[in-house]
């Protein structure tokens, strides 16, 4: 599977964005997907997973109530609508498809390249 995020970009304090992970090759209803972050300086940080039909979702802490992650497998493409926005969500942040929904990145085989969001205060 190759996955290619997009929907990154500047944006202030508050604001919202929706981040896409479309998929191509193998099929992409057969794998759960998650969603990572990484800051400079900081370690990759969970932040949210889906399961192969939708139908089970898991966010990390730090998204809890603000970041909503969806698929549509008819697209091959995950989302992640992230809503409040703050300076502390400012990283690169990148999908992958795994075996499982899980915040361990053990269970996850492929990676895309990441795509950068920045939050102005």
């Known amino acids: 599977v190759q996955l290619v995020e997009s929907g990154g970009g500047l944006v202030r304090a508050g604001d919202s964005l929706r981040l896409s992970c479309a998929a191509t090759?193998?099929?992409?209803?057969?794998?759960?997907v998650g969603w990572f972050r990484q800051a400079p300086g900081k370690e990759r940080q969970f932040v949210a997973s889906i399961s192969r039909s939708g139908d089970k979702t898991i966010v990390g802490d730090s998204a809890r109530g603000r970041f909503t992650i969806s698929r549509d497998n008819a697209k091959n493409t995950a989302y992640l609508q992230m809503n409040s926005l703050t300076p502390d969500d400012t990283a690169t942040y990148t999908c992958a498809t795994g075996t499982i929904p899980s915040s361990q990145t053990q269970y996850y085989t492929f990676w895309g390249p990441g795509t950068q969001v920045t939050v102005s205060s």
């Open positions: 090759g193998r099929a992409f209803y057969a794998y759960a």
